[in-house]
């Protein structure tokens, strides 16, 4: 399908291009059978309360149900967020969507005590347990997980009160999601002619990328006039997130909302830290490529507008999503028939919703752990970029399907911090398949170039989110109100550090803030720098490697939570207690700018 000048309705969108939800839910009517039927399991739940530690077989029947509602929770959640997200303004998907995840809030409070009960088990009594009954065995892991955490778990009124609280504390994301995707509206932006281009979230990268530098410009101060005409608000909600992960990490007895956050993946502090510390140690590398950058292009100045257009504009290309999904198909060869066979499943039978519409959510995911498989949302726009974004999502999305076939219904669903190894991974591949068949100079200039953005947008720019986060973070345990000119004083600051003398950092950038879903994820974007990293590290080993290195990558998708995160990466090649693999990334980003200077001086 080709680029649109018009956002369409949905309606207009061909069925092969929308997610089939009745793979999940045959109709609404279903779903809401289901949800009937699992709110009337939250009282069988609730009635082992004071129970736990009474003998193996109620141990046991007590977390065999609790996985059941577990696994309905997740289908009932799936299914209304892709209702609601394929178009945020149907008022009866916003209902379903409300509706599901209080029902997730009603099942944290119906289980509240079993935590509490759990620790309360003694050692011996507990071993007692899986000696009388071997079927508990299967739960042990997770078991000496929860117990680890006897520091910061609460007493059972106490976890009770921060389970209902969670629904009041989830309000600042609801309020910046309805604000940025549904009531968001954009005036056109304007082409050198004064031509009018339709402006949205989803538009708004392809715009950055013509090669009308006033379409960029007019693209880039219409997206922040808009924000900033909401900037105190979108201030308020940024701010009350800030305020709920102080509150929770207080009320849990942390240290800090960063140990807080890092607790529930078992990865040390020390990691984020060292993200940081090693990618501002290599700031010179990214200066270096803004340098060439602006040479290439032939400013006098280089704005933030100017950082998307590829450096080779007559390079560019439309690629249709069909072309797209066969290319990808094609670079992920070295994976294995298998992997492949799942992809092509995906693309065949409708895991996957394609084309922006009006009222959809904007970006692109994948929707992680539901049954029969994953759903992934995009908003293609027949670009290189676009291409990149699904050889990203599908690798969550199989890294998603193969830890759920892998793996017992409690180890599934893997920690955040190795959630962005598969989809960087996949990345990695394509980019060295596009380069291994590209032999025109100029074509090969171009893919460095989108090669060397990769770096930039996701080892650099997320590395530049995480410290933006942390300093909110800081701030916020300081007492300090962040307010729209305190958040854009921080974020002004990093933008100039992060991006150097040869880039004028205009007065917009500085609300750039306020339009990033993000920094909602508590502490989530560190994970894209160092999964990237990690990412490198392995597609090279699979390159170079072969079957060992598929069979231990594949192991590690098929791995879930069955291990602490740093040992699945070890199982599979990557030592990421070490700043090493960073490093090496970016030694990789400067061969490659090396090989751009070379290829653009003959």
């Not at 219904?409 to 996949?426: G, H, L, M, Q, W």
């Not at 594949?554 to 207690?577: E, N, Q």
Request: hydrophobic share 35%; charged share 20%.
């Amino acid at each position: 399908m080709a680029e649109r000048n018009t956002v369409p309705e949905r309606s207009q969108i061909p069925q092969e291009h929308t997610w089939d939800t009745t793979h999940m839910f045959a109709s609404d009517e279903v779903w809401q059978a289901e949800y009937d039927k699992t709110l009337h399991l939250l009282p069988q739940l609730e009635a082992y309360k004071g129970r736990l530690g009474q003998d193996a077989a109620t141990l046991l029947a007590f977390t065999e149900l609790y996985t059941e509602v577990n696994t309905a929770l997740s289908q009932l959640y799936n299914y209304a967020q892709r209702k609601y997200d394929q178009d945020t303004r149907v008022p009866e998907y916003q209902a379903m969507s409300s509706k599901a995840f209080s029902l997730l809030s009603q099942a944290s409070s119906a289980t509240a005590f079993s935590t509490p009960e759990l620790l309360g088990i003694s050692d011996e009594t507990l071993e007692g347990f899986y000696a009388q009954e071997p079927r508990l065995e299967v739960y042990r892991l997770m078991f000496t997980r929860q117990r680890d955490k006897r520091a910061h778990i609460l007493s059972d009124r106490e976890e009770q009160l921060l389970a209902a609280a969670s629904q009041v504390c989830n309000v600042p994301t609801e309020v910046f999601s309805k604000l940025s995707n549904a009531d968001l509206t954009f005036p056109d932006a304007l082409d050198g002619e004064g031509r009018p281009h339709p402006m949205s979230n989803g538009a708004y990268i392809p715009l950055l990328e013509s090669s009308d530098r006033a379409l960029r410009q007019s693209a880039f101060q219409t997206m922040y006039q808009t924000y900033g005409g909401m900037k105190n608000t979108l201030a308020a909600s940024l701010s009350g997130q800030m305020q709920k992960l102080k509150f929770f990490a207080q009320a849990r007895n942390y240290p800090n909302t960063l140990s807080a956050a890092l607790s529930s993946t078992r990865v040390p502090e020390s990691v984020y830290h060292t993200l940081i510390d090693t990618v501002n140690a290599n700031l010179d590398k990214l200066h270096r490529y803004m340098k060439l950058r602006k040479q290439v292009l032939g400013l006098d100045e280089m704005h933030m507008y100017d950082l998307a257009v590829p450096m080779v504009a007559d390079a560019d290309q439309v690629i249709p999503y069909e072309q797209a999904k066969e290319t990808v198909y094609q670079a992920l060869a070295p994976l294995g028939e298998g992997y492949r066979a799942i992809l092509k499943e995906a693309f065949d039978n409708r895991w996957i919703d394609v084309y922006e519409n009006v009222g959809k959510r904007s970006g692109a995911y994948s929707s992680g752990f539901c049954l029969p498989h994953p759903y992934v949302l995009l908003n293609h726009k027949d670009t290189l970029d676009s291409m990149f974004t699904l050889a990203h999502e599908m690798g969550h999305a199989l890294h998603s399907y193969l830890s759920t076939q892998g793996q017992h219904p409690a180890y599934r669903s893997y920690v955040i911090f190795v959630a962005e190894v598969a989809s960087t991974c996949n990345e990695a591949l394509l980019m060295q398949y596009l380069l291994a068949n590209t032999t025109d100079k100029a074509s090969r200039i171009y893919l460095i170039n989108h090669f060397l953005d990769q770096f930039k947008g996701t080892l650099y720019r997320q590395t530049q989110f995480a410290e933006f986060e942390l300093r909110m973070n800081q701030l916020t345990a300081q007492g300090e109100p962040l307010t729209a000119d305190v958040l854009s004083r921080e974020y002004k600051a990093l933008n100039e550090k992060y991006y150097g003398p040869d880039v004028v950092c205009d007065p917009e950038i500085a609300l750039e803030w306020s339009r990033i879903p993000h920094f909602y994820y508590n502490y989530y974007v560190y994970q894209y720098a160092t999964g990237y990293s990690a990412a490198i590290a392995l597609s090279q080993r699979i390159l170079t490697e072969g079957e060992q290195a598929v069979k231990d990558y594949l192991a590690f998708l098929s791995g879930g939570c069955s291990k602490d995160p740093i040992d699945l990466l070890k199982g599979a090649g990557v030592d990421m207690t070490s700043a090493q693999p960073i490093q090496n990334a970016l030694n990789l980003f400067d061969t490659l700018l090396d090989e751009m200077e070379h290829l653009l001086a003959e």
